[in-house]
């Protein structure tokens, strides 16, 4: 594969967003989203997976709402017209703290993950490769918006990990862990590059980051930059 043919990311995208996937979608392709739930601007969100610019065609509609204990629709919009929805009754975002949402197109169905854990599939209604953009609408920010397509993190001899250890020193000889959100994690290599995140709960003594990773083959020259923006 020519690395040099990734999609950007989208980086920063201002909600509501559609932006245009280069060659549409392919099996294997991963599209994976890192944001944070806001208290304001409603009490749902949506990522749309669509043909064209506007909204008369979109092949996955996945809506978190934050209602009735909250709930997860997704659907499916043909010509203007929506299919039955399918609920899942089971909210994984929380208002106000950070997520990663990813969505990984296979042949059948989409699968969706939250925070690195299986959420649910959704079976396609219409052909996959006829999507070829992406919406994002109500009460969401987003730091970014990464594509890994098919095969990409194959070129690596080892996977990559990333350890995140939180302690705090509050007397010597005294060791607590903080009470914070636990950092968004992923059991396997899926992390896109430039890769941008939040640091639940900020930074603090005796906080510990450790990034780990692989030089991909390609790889024409050695270097690396990790910033840590207030």
């Known amino acids: 594969m020519n690395f040099s043919n990734i999609q950007p990311p989208f980086l920063n995208p201002v909600v509501p967003f559609t932006g245009s996937i280069q060659g ?6 991963q599209i994976t989203l ?3 739930v806001l208290h304001s601007g409603g009490t749902r969100f949506a990522v749309n997976l669509q043909n064209g610019l506007g909204d008369q065609n979109i092949a996955f509609h996945f809506n978190p709402r934050f209602e009735e204990g909250g709930y997860v629709v997704c659907n499916t ?4 017209s929506w299919g039955p929805e399918e609920r899942n009754m089971h909210m994984p975002f929380q208002r106000g703290n950070p997520f990663q949402l990813s969505f ?3 042949s ?6 939250v925070n690195g854990n299986f959420f649910l599939q959704y079976i396609h209604r219409v052909p996959f490769h ?3 953009a ?3 609408t109500g009460a969401v920010g987003l730091t970014n918006i990464s594509f890994q397509p098919s095969g990409f993190w194959k070129a690596t001899t080892a996977p990559m990990t990333q350890t995140v250890i939180h302690t705090v020193q509050s007397a010597p000889g005294q060791m607590f862990s903080n009470p914070v959100i636990p950092p968004v994690m992923q059991s396997g290599p899926t992390y896109p590059i430039p890769y941008f995140t939040s640091i639940p709960g900020g930074l603090y003594p005796s906080k510990s980051i450790t990034v780990s990773g692989m030089v991909l083959p390609s790889a024409q020259r050695c270097g690396s930059c990790v910033k840590i923006i207030a």
Do not use: P
């Open 108 to 113: 059948k169905e989409f699968q969706v993950s």
């Open 77 to 80: 919009k043909t010509k203007g």
């Open 24 to 29: 549409g979608l392919q099996d294997g392709l």
């Open 104 to 106: 990984l197109v296979q």
């Open 130 to 132: 006829q999507v070829d």
């Open 34 to 36: 890192n944001g944070i």
């Open 134 to 136: 992406i919406s994002v």
